[in-house]
């Protein structure tokens, strides 16, 4: 039996490695990470877990990419949204940040629609992927479709990736 730690997990596994094969597709992506140990300290002095970060230097100037991700069947809540817009902006806010950031909230199911006028708002991107085994993640102009499944003690990802 999978724990909801373990599920969480391989989702946020998965959004990277997908992530890497938008790096191979294009994109200048740099210092991809993730996980439990993925911390990034803010203006406030604290450090923030991001399930997924990069820096993206495809854009004009250096864009620090935040990934928040939620692999649940419990819709997205506006005060989710309003904890990770928070933490975007103490990590903009500190001084070694770079200039820009980019928040995309990945979530598997349902968002509520607060939560989604509210990410709007603050240009959080709201990325819906579908529901396990099929996912699908989009990324500017690349969409990709994955199948997350259970190899030898570990989940991998396979993807396509097609431009949209």
Known sequence: MTTSQEKGDSYEEFICQLIGNVKENGRDIRSIKWGRNNNILG????????DVSFIDHSFKKPTLVLIECKNTSKSVEKVQIAAFQAI???ILNHNKSPEFALGIFAYAQNARSGAVKFAKHYNIKMEKTGVRPNFTFHYKSLTQAGILFKGTGSLIANATIAKS
Request: charge should be neutral.
């Open 88 to 90: 975007i902006s103490d």
């Open 43 to 50: 203006a406030s002095g604290c450090k923030h877990q991001i």
